[in-house]
């Protein structure tokens, strides 16, 4: 397991991107303006290469800074859990342009933080935020909208929310009910109890 200098590690990771390239994955990817670049390798050759690093909270930022799919993948794979502070959480989750980023990242690392409820709530409550913006912040304030309840689907499975929380997540849910990600949050939800179920069904009955 390579635990060089970072730039030695960025330069061979790269070296090992180049090399798995997906061709035909990677030039149906480049049609899209979301990453500067994108070798269309798919998630379980990235694992491989992961494994091939030492965990490092200074590689996974020098990842993260890059605009290639997989430097951000690898990033989310190798940041150490117990250094991703709040306020790194907060200036990586502005950086998430596609849907794509936006599961790895709340998989791998928000679920897993002890501040996670609190960041998914604030995330979701970007939608109430009325000031004007650029098309580059649009999608970063929807991003950020998409991680909120991504990772309340997470703590939904493993019954993490209280009672309050859940009452207000209900209440920003019902308002977002176009963000795919907040459908499957509720879907969660509804899941867990007959009494969450009826809840959930009267948010859609009075749709």
Known sequence: MANGNTQQNISDIKKELRANM??????????????????????????????????????????????????????????????????????????????EIAQIFCINLVQHMPYASTKAFEWIATRTEGEESTSAQHIAKDQRENCGYLTLCHLLRRSELNERSAEEFLDQASSALNNRYAVKALQCFASQSEENEKKVKKIADYL
């Open 22 to 99: 997906n061709g035909v994955a990677s030039a149906a990817m480049r049609q899209t303006d979301d990453y500067r670049v994108n070798w269309g390798i798919e998630l379980p050759r990235v694992h491989a290469i992961a494994s091939e690093f030492e965990p490092s909270r200074e590689l996974a930022q020098a990842l993260w800074n890059e605009s290639v799919r997989e430097c951000k993948i690898l990033a989310t794979m190798l940041m150490p859990k117990d250094e991703f502070i709040e306020e790194l959480c907060d200036i990586w989750v502005e950086n998430i342009r596609t849907d």
